[in-house]
């Protein structure tokens, strides 16, 4: 990693202007049931275009998690006592 400077800030992607900066934030995936809340993620904003990204590396790490969450959590189903 050599984008980094004493300020801490970053080469934005979008715009190529050295105002991006790292900030973990709070997102949300999917919806109802399948509603994922994945806090301090890490996210590359840009102060001069107002872009906001993730590096495929973080990207690639939230689709891990939303596929493995639908696997170790249970889904909401109802579920009725016959007797
Ligand atoms: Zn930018």
């Known amino acids: 990693m050599s984008n980094h400077n ?3 800030l ?3 992607d979008a715009c190529a202007a050295q105002t991006a900066q790292l900030k973990f934030m709070t997102r949300s995936y999917g919806r109802g049931i399948d509603l994922l809340i ?3 993620v890490p996210v590359i904003v840009c ?3 107002g872009e906001s990204y993730m590096t495929a590396e973080t990207m690639h790490e939230i689709a891990y998690k939303i596929h493995y969450k639908s696997l ?3 889904k909401l189903v109802a579920v ?3 007797a």
């Open 6 to 8: 004493k300020n801490n």
């Open 80 to 82: 009725a006592a016959f």
């Open 72 to 74: 170790a959590i249970p």
């Open 47 to 49: 102060q001069h275009c």
């Open 38 to 40: 994945i806090e301090d």
């Open 10 to 12: 970053l080469i934005c």
